[in-house]
């Protein structure tokens, strides 16, 4: 491992006239930063948090993203699974997830007829009928039930490894058992496994998504594992709920907490250099201004510490989704027939046979914005209301969230706003394609003839909140193990001993958890 400054005894010298001083600096007021803060102003430490933004909450933010309408959509990430039951008890967090109806449906053409796979939350006679329909689909109905509930046994004794110090492989192999899942889940990609459990490629499709959100890879590749267990584990059934109130309502639940255990917020504090001397910490503001703490937290991403810190970045695969947020009057009708309040209270997956996304993703390789761009959907206001005014609700709108897949930064690098026009068209013609009412004829208007609609690229998201290249993990994601000849930690650790990182970037980070937060905490109070 590369040894730090700090451990070569480099003698560095802080910047004098320390004019504040804090037992820890956070830089970033992320979900994770929040909880951190938290976690150690509840034991006595004096926290500063220092935002970048004027607003706190990075990507799990709540916006009103249409002035005219009074409707707060969850900007960025939308719904929660990983954030353990633990962190939302220790903090006294009053925040609400509330269960979807509807797992998933996916719609598809079949010899020139529109049809659907729809799933149920809770396996039922609908869910059953519908696999029938597929060729095959009895088998697959069993073959399904059977992944999942292997999957589920394994979260069940995973998950709660989660908030604790990183265990070694051997050690959290043998504590799990289920030595097939873990082999199936760890030491073989997840697209073989996928080919080799199911017949159906839409089948394969809908269970292949889990492993590509926010990860810009093949099927095939052993990436694709750790992004499908992150979204297979949280409170050990991975179940991924929708936030009461928006996303926004985690963040001022975390403000409250947080500020009044006496934690300090600075927003408009863009942290421009990190130093450190191996005893102290100093922070350097935009504004020249210096703060100086006993340990530094970073709730920004690795790659963003390491240019504060003045090296080299880690390497990362960029972020790769196309987020839609838009506003209904109504829903729109769909082709197969299905009652639309069943099609969007789930995830409403298009163009996600796993044919379509490994031939996606190769389109995206060659530098083209996939000809049938695949996406998912999800309507925030089937399951939660509470989002929009009265006169919405009584008026009939909706919300829809689209998260498009395989539309990696490097595609916008040249001309941005042209290929967010071409990404928004591909996304909206993919759709289209379901629908008997195209999207655009459902869609609120502002009162300057405006549709309802935001796009954001990988690049707007870095441009916004920081994610190097819009990667929603910060890094990429990681097994929630160390090898057996790492050292011991939370895998919060840097290889400076008063530097750790307490965002998405750390291992067992990503995702709107908290666990990160919470481990860096806990990774500092073991300091003393
Ligand atoms: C479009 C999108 C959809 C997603 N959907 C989901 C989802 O549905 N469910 C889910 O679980 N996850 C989802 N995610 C991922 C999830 O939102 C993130 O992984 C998670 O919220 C990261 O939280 P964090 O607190 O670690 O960091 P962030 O939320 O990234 O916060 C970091 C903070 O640090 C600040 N900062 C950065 N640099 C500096 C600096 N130099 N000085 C001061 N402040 C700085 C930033 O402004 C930001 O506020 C999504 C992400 C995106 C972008």
Same mark, same amino acid.
């Given at each position: 491992?590369? #040894?730090? =400054?700090?451990? !070569? ?54 916006? =009103? ?20 039951? !633990? ?12 269960? #979807? ?10 010899? @020139? ?23 095959? $689909? ?18 069940? #004794? ?16 043998? !504590? ?22 199911? =017949? ?166 060659? @530098? ?35 998260? $498009? ?69 910060? =890094? ?21 001993? #008063? ?30």
């Amino acid at each position: 491992m590369r #040894r730090s =400054r700090i451990e !070569q005894n480099v003698k560095i010298k802080l910047p004098l006239m320390a004019t504040d001083k804090y037992d820890i600096i956070i830089i970033g007021a992320g979900h994770n930063g929040l909880i951190a803060a938290t976690y150690l102003a509840k034991a006595g430490k004096r926290v500063l948090i220092l935002e970048a933004n004027g607003e706190i909450g990075g990507a799990t933010a709540s916006v =009103r993203a249409f002035p005219d309408f009074d409707a707060r959509l969850s900007r960025y990430s939308y719904l929660v699974s990983l954030l353990p039951d !633990q962190i939302v008890r220790d903090l006294g967090l009053n925040f609400k997830t509330i269960s #979807r109806r509807v797992a998933s449906y996916t719609p598809f053409h079949h010899h @020139g007829i529109d049809q659907g796979l729809y799933v149920s939350r809770i396996w039922d006679e609908t869910t059953s009928t519908s696999f029938n329909a597929l060729q095959g $689909g009895g088998i697959e109905a069993m073959a399904w039930q059977k992944f999942y509930g292997e999957i589920e046994a394994f979260a069940q #004794r995973l998950a709660p490894s989660l908030l604790k110090p990183l265990p070694t492989r051997s050690e959290l192999k043998s !504590q799990i058992g289920l030595a097939p899942v873990w082999d199936y889940l760890i030491e073989n990609p997840i697209g073989e496994v996928i080919t080799n459990t199911f =017949r159906s490629d839409i089948v394969r499709g809908v269970v292949l998504t889990d492993a590509l959100i926010g990860t810009y890879v093949s099927a095939f590749s052993m990436q694709a594992n750790k992004c499908f267990l992150y979204h297979l584990i949280g409170n050990g059934n991975g179940e991924w709920k929708v936030p009461a109130g928006g996303m926004g309502a985690l963040v001022q639940e975390l403000e409250r907490v947080a500020k009044s255990s006496g934690v300090s917020i600075k927003v408009n504090s863009r942290a421009t250099k990190v130093q450190s001397d191996g005893k102290e910490i100093c922070v350097t503001l935009e504004d020249g201004n210096t703060i100086y703490g006993k340990y530094l937290l970073s709730n920004a991403a690795p790659q963003v510490l390491a240019k504060l810190q003045g090296v080299k970045p880690p390497e990362s695969l960029e972020g790769s989704q196309l987020k839609i947020n838009m506003l209904l009057k109504q829903l729109p009708r769909l082709k197969s027939g299905i009652n639309p309040h069943d099609a969007f209270a789930g995830t409403f997956h298009i163009n996600e046979s796993f044919t379509q996304l490994e031939l996606a993703y190769q389109q995206a390789q060659s @530098g083209k914005i996939p000809s049938r761009l695949p996406l998912e959907m999800y309507c925030h206001t089937l399951t939660d209301p509470s989002i929009l005014s009265a006169e919405l609700q009584h008026k009939g709108y909706h919300t829809l969230t689209l998260f $498009g897949l395989h539309t990696p930064a490097a595609l916008f690098d040249r001309n941005h706003d042209e290929q967010r026009k071409a990404a928004m068209g591909a996304a909206i013609q993919s759709l289209n394609e379901y629908l008997i009412d195209p999207i655009e004829s459902v869609l609120a208007r502002s009162s300057t003839g405006e549709l309802a609609m935001e796009v954001k690229t990988p690049l707007d998201i870095e441009a916004a909140i920081g994610l190097p290249r819009g990667n929603i993990f910060h =890094r990429d994601l990681d097994f929630p193990f160390r090898e057996d000849d790492e050292a011991l930690g939370w895998g919060v650790e840097t290889d400076d001993p #008063r530097i750790f990182i307490c965002g998405a970037g750390a291992k067992r980070g990503g995702g709107v958890s908290g666990i990160p937060g919470h481990n860096a905490a806990m990774a500092v109070l073991a300091k003393g």
